[in-house]
């Protein structure tokens, strides 16, 4: 039996998910537990543990982009839904969650809006309000712990295979170590949204899941 640890990246998986329920919604904690345990070959392959990495949820105070009214993002739907995902999947069998900041970066337009000033649709834009701005977060500290748990695994000979749920090429280093130590890294394709090359230079296997296939394995157990 092989053994396995599963890496992943919280928002990407959100997202991928997200876009395979042709949802707006973020999909509950069992479709992504499901979906996790299910990427597992029972017949082959053991379990370890699944590393879920996630930023902690912002809970700044700031002005909003146009009306300059305040708004506090520990009220925000996200926010409660980020805080009871962390606490809910932490307490589940294999889990082991490690949890970077959740960086506020400022406003940016959301893509319907931003489409329209492109295609000419909106064309004064000091009538923009609240509604059409987004805040712009951004996950920090979150590659580096990949990267020395990638390490870790890989340095101690804990398991045999590394499962990849991610898009980020920042621990690429990370990874050449680990198959410099016989560890094989497969990396996990979802929809079809492309993967960062660097990514695919330097994994040994590319399973690649159709949106039909997130489906199944999110509500297979």
């Not at 606490?87 to 069998?93: C, K, T, Y």
């Not at 870790?152 to 295979?161: A, G, K, Q, T």
């Not at 979802?190 to 330097?202: A, E, F, Q, T, Y």
Request: glycine share 4%; no cysteine; aromatic share 8%.
């Amino acid at each position: 039996m092989k053994k396995v640890a599963i890496i992943v990246d919280g928002q990407f998986l959100l997202h991928r998910i997200r876009d395979a329920q042709n949802t707006t919604q973020y999909p509950d904690l069992s479709s992504q537990y499901n979906f996790l345990t299910n990427l597992i070959n029972e017949k082959e392959e053991e379990l370890f543990r699944i590393f879920y990495y996630q930023g902690s949820p912002n809970k700044q105070t700031v002005e909003k982009p146009i009306s300059k009214e305040k708004i506090d993002f520990s009220e925000s739907k996200i926010n409660k839904y980020s805080s009871e995902l962390i606490q809910d999947l932490s307490q589940l069998d294999y889990i082991a969650m490690r949890l970077g900041e959740t960086m506020f970066r400022g406003w940016k337009l959301k893509e319907p809006v931003l489409k329209k000033i492109r295609e000419g649709t909106i064309k004064d834009t000091l009538k923009l309000t609240d509604n059409d701005f987004a805040p712009d977060f951004q996950q920090k500290g979150v590659d580096i712990k990949i990267g020395l748990d990638v390490a870790w695994l890989s340095n101690n000979n804990i398991v045999d295979r590394i499962y990849l749920v991610t898009g980020d090429a920042d621990f690429v280093p990370a990874l050449k170590q680990a198959r410099r130590e016989g560890i094989q890294i497969r990396l996990i394709k979802i929809g079809n949204k492309k993967i960062n090359s660097d990514l695919l230079k330097h994994a040994d296997f590319v399973s690649k899941l159709s949106n039909e296939d997130v489906n199944i394995k999110s509500s297979k157990k």
